[in-house]
């Protein structure tokens, strides 16, 4: 048993609202910032960098290119831009300029502690910098983000979800898997992010796409290893149950991470991306 949850589980016998509370910094809190791998080093120190400024922290964004259309990345919990390195390598080579970012507390950006809302801060801010996408590819929860974003006004053709979460309620079931905590207690943390991240009840339900569909204009590709330990993948499968018109592709043997590197995700998400596109090269 971990520590954390052993003590949690503990104060949760007595209360398990008082138990929440004490965890939900924990919640909030992302962790070791992944390093970035040899291979995606190149990549990485190639992009032309900028900051902006997300609730009171500096976040570092990524450009590569100079083509007509816009493909944006978005990496999700203790990633990084640089997890993108051989899509954005293929997305060059077929002439889109790529943009991403290092959400806080991950990557090369500052802070200790990230919501979805900053995730959703990062997007729109780029948007305003670079326009309508012709394309977001979202990877675990930067696929909720991306989805919650639309639906907030971001204007998009066409979503890539890898790995994807659905529904904000898997986030706090992670959670809850990873220290152990009594049901109850995890229970309690849907209303604190509620009164503590959306602060009010407007748009709450933005935060399942399952309950909360996107429109059918947006085409939708859903790639998911069917052994994925951190984001199981009936998150994807309900996804795409909700969205009729949705490619769902499951692998086998590629996990949560290795699945962004696989030639089987490059190849379907190239595919999908420049289907019916002609792109002009820079």
């Not at 040899?38 to 900028?50: F, I, K, S, W």
């Amino acid at each position: 048993m971990n520590p954390i949850g052993t003590a949690l589980n503990a104060v949760g016998r007595l209360s398990p609202t008082l138990a929440a509370r004490i965890a939900f910094p924990l919640f909030m809190r992302v962790g070791p910032r992944l390093p970035v791998r040899a291979d995606a080093a190149a990549t990485h120190e190639a992009a032309v960098r900028d900051t902006i400024t997300v609730n009171g922290k500096r976040v570092t964004t990524y450009q590569w290119g100079q083509g007509t259309e816009t493909v944006l990345l978005v990496h999700g919990w203790r990633g990084r831009a640089a997890q993108f390195a051989r899509l954005v390598r293929e997305l060059r080579a077929s002439g889109f300029t790529v943009v991403s970012f290092d959400a806080p507390a991950n990557g090369a950006s500052g802070g200790r502690r990230t919501s979805i809302l900053d995730y959703l801060d990062a997007i729109e801010q780029l948007q305003r910098k670079h326009g309508s996408f012709h394309t977001v590819v979202g990877h675990s929860m930067g696929t909720l983000a991306t989805l919650v974003a639309i639906h907030r006004g971001l204007t998009v053709g066409r979503l890539v979800g890898i790995s994807g979460v659905a529904e904000a309620d898997n986030l706090y079931d992670g959670f809850r898997r990873a220290l152990r905590l009594r049901p109850e207690i995890a229970a309690a943390l849907p209303e604190l992010f509620r009164s503590r991240v959306v602060r009010d009840d407007s748009g709450v339900e933005l935060f399942s796409s399952v309950r909360a569909p996107l429109t059918a204009d947006i085409r939708m590709l859903l790639i998911h290893d069917r052994g994925d330990r951190m984001v199981p993948v009936e998150q994807s499968e309900r996804l795409a149950a909700a969205h009729p018109r949705a490619q769902l592709i499951v692998t086998e043997g590629l996990g949560h991470g290795r699945i962004l590197v696989a030639d089987e995700t490059l190849d379907a998400v190239m595919e999908f991306v420049t289907s019916g596109e002609r792109v002009a090269s820079s």
